[in-house]
Nanobody
Framework: VQLQASGGGLVQARGSLKLSCEVSGRALSGYALGWFRQAPGQEREFVAG????????RYAESVKGRFTISRDRAKNMVYLQMSSLRPEDTAAYYCVADANVYFTPPIRYWGQGTQVTVSS
């Protein structure tokens, strides 16, 4: 399984950015997809997750109301729309896949990170 994230970049505070993640290699039927992030010197943290059917959506408290996760099962894609970005959102963002939307370690699949930098 490969998770290929893209869409990171440099954005000003209060701006928006949309991350994409393409899943390939095998069918992930039943898998939850989500996003984690890691800022320099900090541990990776959960950002958002969607169950396979999309009936369970979870967000970290720090991004609720600002970030939206969505997925396209037909295209094997998951997205993270980020709005009202803050400098503290600066991090490498990782796409993940796991058996359920609670992403209990160890998480099954990780993609490579895409860097998001928010300037003040």
């Amino acid at each position: 399984v490969q998770l290929q994230a893209s869409g990171g970049g440099l954005v000003q505070a209060r701006g928006s950015l949309k991350l994409s993640c393409e899943v390939s290699g095998r069918a992930l039927s039943g898998y939850a997809l989500g996003w984690f992030r890691q800022a320099p010197g900090q541990e990776r943290e959960f950002v958002a997750g969607s169950s396979w059917r999309g009936d369970i959506i979870r967000y970290a408290e720090s991004v609720k109301g600002r970030f939206t996760i969505s997925r396209d099962r037909a295209k094997n894609m998951v997205y993270l729309q980020m709005s009202s970005l803050r400098p503290e959102d600066t991090a490498a963002y990782y796409c993940v896949a796991d058996a359920n939307v609670y992403f209990t370690p160890p998480i099954r699949y990780w993609g490579q990170g895409t860097q998001v930098t928010v300037s003040s």
